[in-house]
């Protein structure tokens, strides 16, 4: 992830569209005030401009810990002054999510799900619009359950799909399902896995499913509740690989979906933790994941 990030600063960002983050909602500019409830930021309190005006790139996952420790290595890898283990959670007024800037990177958490990562987004894509920032990319980094793959084996994200393998996300609102595509940016996709293999970094570019729960609905066998067989979650597994996946998580959909809307450049990117044996699905093993 570095490399990229480093690269892409060397030169100027040239390669990327120069446009404004978008909202999608007219009443925001009737708004006073817009707070951002759980960023504990507002457009009153603070000037965001000055506070984000230069961010160019944003690195979501969903343990705090996990993105507090991603911001003290690009503090370190950017040779930026002071003390990485210094820098300040910008969101220390609320538990619900940390943030941390490190020069044009902010780093963020987004808790575990769709519903949490949704409220993250809809705050973090505001935030960005009212900071005036430009020509900025989104990527979601995070541990997954791979799907036929060996374990530690990065998955760079080619389309985030459902639980019945299609490229969309299905929204609630006021009552009606509303569809949106899933599909995400190549370019970046590909500069990523450039910058894998130049580092022989086991990595593949494929689908990622975005599931409900982490139980159930992935098919894992130590639930409070299971109502399939073994065979069923072999089954549905191999109909999941033959439709391209590649792993299993549960934000990917909502996160393509809104950024697609908005206008904003993403990726995901994920490391295969346990690995989902086409043949011995039973059967995970758990290794341990370095920064």
């Known amino acids: 992830m570095a490399p990229i990030l480093l690269n ?11 446009q404004q983050v978008q909202v999608k909602n007219p009443y925001l500019d009737t708004m006073e005030e817009d707070i951002l409830y759980h960023f504990s930021l507002s457009t009153k309190t603070h000037n965001l401009p000055e506070m984000f005006g230069d961010i160019k790139f944003v690195c979501v996952g969903g343990s705090a810990n996990r993105m507090k420790a991603f911001a003290q290595f690009m503090h370190h890898e950017l040779k930026l002054p002071g003390i990485p283990e210094d820098i300040k959670d910008i ?9 941390y800037k490190v020069g044009p990177v902010l780093s963020i958490s987004h808790g575990m799900g769709v519903p949490s990562i949704s409220i993250m987004l809809h705050e973090l894509i505001k935030l960005l619009h009212h900071a005036q920032c430009r020509d900025v990319v989104l990527f979601r980094l995070g541990t997954s359950g791979g799907v036929g793959l060996a374990p530690g084996t990065v998955v760079i994200t080619d389309k985030a799909v459902d639980y019945s393998f299609r490229p969309q996300f299905e929204q ?12 995400l940016d190549e370019g970046v996709a590909n500069e990523l896995l450039q910058c894998s293999s130049s580092q022989n970094i086991p990595t593949v570019i494929g689908n990622t499913m975005c599931t409900h729960d982490f139980y159930e609905g ?12 073994h065979e069923e979650k072999l ?11 590649r792993n299993i998580e549960m934000e990917s959909t909502v996160f393509a979906a809104m950024c697609r809307v908005c206008g904003l450049k993403d990726r995901q990117k994920y490391t295969s933790v346990l690995s989902k044996n086409l043949q011995h699905a039973a059967s995970f093993t758990k290794i341990s994941v370095s920064s």
């Open 8 to 18: 892409c600063m060397e030169n100027e960002h040239n390669d990327y569209i120069k």
């Open 235 to 245: 089954e549905y597994l191999r109909k999941a690989y033959e439709a391209g996946v």
């Open 172 to 183: 609630v609102v006021l009552g009606k399902v509303i569809t949106r595509s899933t599909e």
């Open 218 to 229: 992935q098919g894992r066998l130590d639930g409070a509740l299971c109502s399939f067989s």
């Open 91 to 99: 969101c220390e007024g609320t538990d619900r999510y940390c943030m």
